[in-house]
């Protein structure tokens, strides 16, 4: 029975391509001829929240496999810069770190030859401290976007004045939260020969792609492990994240086909 019209089911032929949303409505409408108009408008509706769900999650994926070529593709990241905290004139420390320009040099042609765009927003965290709250959001060509936030305090012991210490602040918390969300790993000069990084485990950035699909497609997390031969997710190696991506879509498509 139809479940909107109480009438008998007609079976029809499921092609491999995908309608749009408009031939599903003119379908729907020429069903529904002797329903009611609210009755159609109802029914429209639903067609249209249906679209929309089975497009977010096809972005999604489609992102997940950009972000994963990504991966594949972007090199380890040079610690160019060594900073010099001070305070009255005595060294507290100093560390290496990753300029933001040096990251954007490097990420940025992969970002683009992927159609995947970056944008910063920052927000104070709360009125009782200058703690501020930045956020990298990356957003695909096919309308999906993933977010990661770093929130950080101005340091007041260094001998800065107040502007510097705020463009310090700033500079340290969008290179971070760029970081978390590209899942980048930076090392030392001499580090950087050129080679491919050895197979390892997922960063974060990669993990939180793959626990988003496995959501999405509704897998069963047990088979999922077994057909990917670990016991969690955390121990999947970077060269089989393709093997998981692949299998989650693959789930995704027959999903939709039913």
Request: net charge negative.
């Amino acid at each position: 029975m139809n479940a909107f019209t109480g009438q008998a089911a007609t079976a029809v032929m499921v092609r491999d391509e995908e309608p749009s949303i408009s031939s599903l409505m003119q379908l729907t409408i020429s069903k529904l001829g002797g329903e009611s108009a609210a009755g159609v408008v109802e029914v429209m509706g639903k067609l249209v929240e249906l679209h929309e769900r089975v497009e977010a999650r096809r972005a999604a994926g489609e992102f997940a496999v950009a972000m994963a070529e990504f991966q594949d593709k972007c090199p380890l990241i040079p610690k160019n810069r060594t900073a010099t905290v001070t305070k009255a004139g005595v060294k507290l420390y100093s560390y290496q770190y990753a300029e933001l320009p040096e990251i954007i040099k490097i990420v940025r042609p992969i970002l683009r030859e992927l159609t995947i765009s970056y944008s910063w927003d920052s927000h104070r965290v709360s009125d009782k401290n200058d703690d501020m709250e930045y956020t990298c959001t990356l957003r695909h060509a096919n309308g999906h976007s993933f977010s990661s936030s770093f929130t950080s305090g101005v340091d007041t012991k260094a001998d800065l004045s107040g502007s510097q210490r705020s463009g310090s602040a700033l500079s340290y918390g969008m290179r971070q939260s760029m970081i978390q969300v590209l899942g980048l790993t930076a090392c030392a000069p001499d580090d950087t020969d050129g080679a491919p990084a050895p197979p390892d485990q997922l960063n974060k950035g990669q993990l939180a792609n793959l626990e988003s699909l496995l959501t999405e497609v509704g897998a069963d997390r047990l088979r999922f492990l077994k057909f990917m031969a670990v016991e969690k997710v955390e121990d999947i190696l970077q060269s089989d994240l393709r093997k998981a991506i692949s299998m989650l879509e693959e789930k995704r498509r027959r999903k939709e086909a039913q």
